[in-house]
């Protein structure tokens, strides 16, 4: 059973930087893809960046692109997610999570992943 931890959230000031660890126990594959999801009270969990397992393959969502970044350590199973130029509206519960499944394309939507952490609270101040 693979499980995930993430780390790094913290409260920084509009511009800031932050990086997020998830960190997985477990046995995860190649073909696996790890998300990143950011949720505030109220509303719906969204998607925030993916990278396949591999490395082979990043997605990002709109808001974030040319700001945020995606990269992973196979020997640490360690996925990280760099937040540049952070803004009052990225702050939220970010949670990584995990889709198993063996796909080409990289899925968008939090119900195609399986396995989630905890959460860690990212909050920007203006």
């Known amino acids: 059973q693979v499980r995930l931890v993430e780390s790094g959230g913290g409260l920084v000031q509009a511009g800031d930087s932050l990086r997020l660890a998830c960190a997985a126990s477990?046995?995860?594959?190649?073909?696996?893809?790890v998300g990143w999801f950011r949720q505030v009270p109220g509303a719906r969990r969204e998607f925030v960046a993916a990278?396949?397992?591999?490395?082979?393959?990043?997605r990002f969502a709109d808001s974030v692109k040319g700001r945020f970044t995606i990269s992973r350590d196979n020997a640490k199973n360690t996925v990280y997610l760099q937040l540049n130029n952070l803004k009052p509206e990225d702050t939220s519960i970010y949670y990584c999570?995990?889709?198993?499944?063996?796909?080409?394309?990289?899925?968008?939507?939090?119900?195609?992943?399986?396995?989630w952490g905890q959460g860690t609270q990212v909050t920007v101040s203006s």
């Open positions: 999570a995990l889709d198993t499944s063996v796909s080409a394309n990289i899925p968008l939507s939090d119900s195609d992943y399986e396995i």
């Open positions: 477990g046995i995860t594959t190649t073909w696996n893809t």
């Open positions: 990278i396949r397992w591999g490395g082979d393959i990043t």
